[in-house]
């Protein structure tokens, strides 16, 4: 029998840990305030500002909202993005992504002070997860990390297979792996035979952006699986990069989309603001 990895669950007891925390730091006269920008009206973009606004409020974080049209300029943008890395009252800045095309991500991600870029995309940043260093980590990889370690799934000296290196998945992913003793190895588009590589995981991380990509021909006998996509099948109902029906009865432990590894994204987005003031 396997065990369906329970992310509402887990993400709901952290939120209820960095409850208590922000709790006990405004007790100290700490406050934490987190700015949340969104460019344009994308309407999945404003589905996930809204449940980050609605986190903030549960945890007990201020959220201030900035919500701009989608012809602004990049100088506009940055300009905002200056003003709040001055600002004392201010602890993280996020900037939804995707930014309409005129703005280019990367200039907009670098201009984040590193110690408020609460998502962990800042080169600076990136750079600390690589060395070893403090620093924020991006947060749905940082997720995946938690959804194993508490449904007991060991990573130490397991051999952990991602597929796809994304800057926001696939790469921090492999690289926090790795810092929890893990093998990893990387899949991605031009990988040859990927199925003789993803059979041999112990831990199968998937972030391929593929409706039901993966069945079970892919995977090990007892692996666990971690499906990191979501996607609206022909019936407009929520998938996965996984065919779970397919796939879960040849795992040990399973991620279901959703209520997988999504809610666990903002959670950690909660993490990370809380440990800009611890
Ligand atoms: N767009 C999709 N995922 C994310 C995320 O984790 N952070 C930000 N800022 N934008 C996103």
């Known amino acids: 029998m396997y065990q369906i990895i329970d992310g509402k669950k887990i993400s709901q007891e952290i939120k209820d840990e960095l409850k208590d925390k922000v709790t006990a730091l405004k007790a100290e006269g700490k406050s934490i305030c987190l700015a ?4 344009g009206s994308d309407p999945a973009s404003s589905v996930y500002v809204g449940n980050k606004k609605k986190a903030c409020a549960y945890i007990g974080i201020e959220s201030l909202a900035y919500e701009l049209p989608e012809e602004t300029t990049q100088e506009e943008l940055l300009d905002l993005v200056r003003k709040l890395n001055e600002d004392d009252k201010i602890n993280g800045i996020l900037v939804q992504l995707p930014l309409p095309k005129q703005i280019d991500e990367k200039k907009v991600i670098q201009a984040i002070a590193p110690e408020k870029d609460v998502d962990g995309f800042n080169e600076k940043n990136v750079g600390a997860l690589c060395v070893g260093s403090k620093g924020y980590v991006s947060c749905t990889p940082l997720g995946i990390i938690q959804l194993l370690k508490r449904s007991g799934v060991e990573i130490s000296g397991k051999h952990c297979v991602v ?3 994304s800057n926001i998945v696939g790469k921090p992913m492999s690289l926090l792996l790795l810092r929890e003793n893990g093998t990893v190895t990387i899949c991605h588009s031009r990988t ?4 003789e590589i993803t059979k041999q995981a112990d831990i199968l991380i998937v972030a391929v952006g593929k409706p039901k990509f993966i069945d079970e021909s892919y995977v090990k ?14 019936n407009n109902k929520l998938c996965g990069d996984v065919d779970f029906e397919k796939v879960a009865p040849h795992t040990s432990a399973i991620t279901p989309v959703p209520g997988g590894v999504g809610p666990m994204t903002i959670a950690m987005l909660m993490y990370n603001c809380v440990s800009s003031v611890e």
Do not use: C, L
């Open 36 to 39: 949340v920008i969104q460019v």
């Open 163 to 165: 597929i796809g290196r």
């Open 192 to 195: 040859q035979n990927i199925k």
């Open 221 to 234: 006998e007892g692996a666990a699986v971690i499906d990191v996509g979501i996607h609206r099948n022909e």
